[in-house]
């Protein structure tokens, strides 16, 4: 079974989501997070190491469903072959604890991505965090999308869906 956190098809669904980029620490990579005509998201922009840059992401507040809990989230996603990570927020703040779970779609082809709730990793400004319990998926505050790794120049990332596995 699963429960939806974001299904991408109306232009509604993006409109909570917005962009911290490494511009917030003097670099200029860019992204943003917009609906598409044919019935999804594309999270996208550039990805640059100028000023000691080097990261792009984008976050919105999780609606309820979230509070359920699940083992794995399941994202229904495009890619252009990079390597993206899905992130989960436990706290309110800005600039908190991010659970994160790397993983590399397929480019070009619609493809389910599942994630093990045991995969997420707790990290503060991209540092591991080893002293930190597991995630608690029915403690989401927020989910996000990120790209960094050096992986530079232009990125793609397509979105129908984001759900949990019960």
């Known amino acids: 079974m699963t429960t939806p956190i974001c299904r991408f098809d109306t232009p509604e669904a ?6 911290i980029d490494d511009r917030v620490m003097g670099g200029v990579s860019a992204s943003r997070m917009a609906f598409h005509t044919e019935g999804h998201a594309t999270f996208s922009g550039s990805l640059s190491l100028t000023n000691n840059g080097g990261f792009a992401s984008v976050r919105s507040p999780v609606i309820a469903s979230a509070s359920v809990g699940g083992s794995a989230c399941l994202l229904t996603v495009r890619g252009d072959g990079k ?20 993983f590399q779609p397929p480019a070009g082809e619609w493809t389910r991505i599942e994630l093990a709730v045991a995969d997420f990793i707790p990290t503060w400004r991209g540092r591991v965090l080893d002293h930190l319990p597991p995630l608690a998926v029915s403690s989401a505050r927020q989910v996000g999308l990120l790209i960094a790794d050096r992986q530079v120049g232009p990125f793609k990332l397509d979105l129908r869906a984001i759900e949990l596995v019960g």
Do not use: H, N, P
């Not at 993006?14 to 962009?19: I, P, S």
């Not at 390597?83 to 790397?102: N, P």
């Open 83 to 102: 390597r993206y990570k899905f992130s989960i927020r436990t706290g309110a703040e800005l600039d908190g604890v991010s659970y994160q779970a790397a």
């Open 14 to 19: 993006v409109a909570g989501w917005y962009a």
